[in-house]
Nanobody, 126 residues
Framework: QLQLVESGGGLVQPGGSLRLSCAHS?????????IGWFRQAPGKEREGVSC????????YYADSVKGRFTIFKDNAKNTVYLQMNNLKPEDTAVYYC??????????????????WGQGTQVTVSS
């Protein structure tokens, strides 16, 4: 059974950093696997933040996080990470990990992802 478990959220001051982890099980990263991070703030729609493709390692970043967030994976640990630097209050949201086993390339469209984790809260506040 495919499972995604997020961790690493918390409270951080503006300008600080957090690293989110998405531990996946029940599947192997093959050629047609993409894993992404989405976020949803209260009263707002779910937003695609970042994604990484197993086919060629290509990545996607939302404009709002480019230059601040980095996605990377450790295949030996079955984990995908989201390193978040220079955090801003507007980054506050529940962050979700998502995966799809039928796609070559990433996107920020949540409809492209079939499997989801439960989410982890990130709060950026002084």
């Amino acid at each position: 059974q495919l499972q995604l478990v997020e961790s690493g959220g918390g409270l951080v001051q503006p300008g600080g950093s957090l690293r989110l982890s998405c531990a996946h099980s029940g599947f192997t990263l093959n050629y047609y696997t993409i894993i992404g991070w989405f976020r949803q703030a209260p009263g707002k729609e779910r937003e695609g933040v970042s994604c990484i493709s197993s086919s060629d390692g290509s990545t996607y970043y939302a404009d709002s996080v480019k230059g601040r967030f980095t996605i990377f994976k450790d295949n030996a640990k079955n984990t995908v990470y989201l390193q978040m630097n220079n955090l801003k209050p507007e980054d506050t949201a529940v962050y979700y990990c998502a995966a799809d086993l039928r796609r070559l390339y990433c996107s920020g469209n949540h409809q492209d992802f079939a499997s989801w984790g439960q989410g982890t809260q990130v709060t950026v506040s002084s």
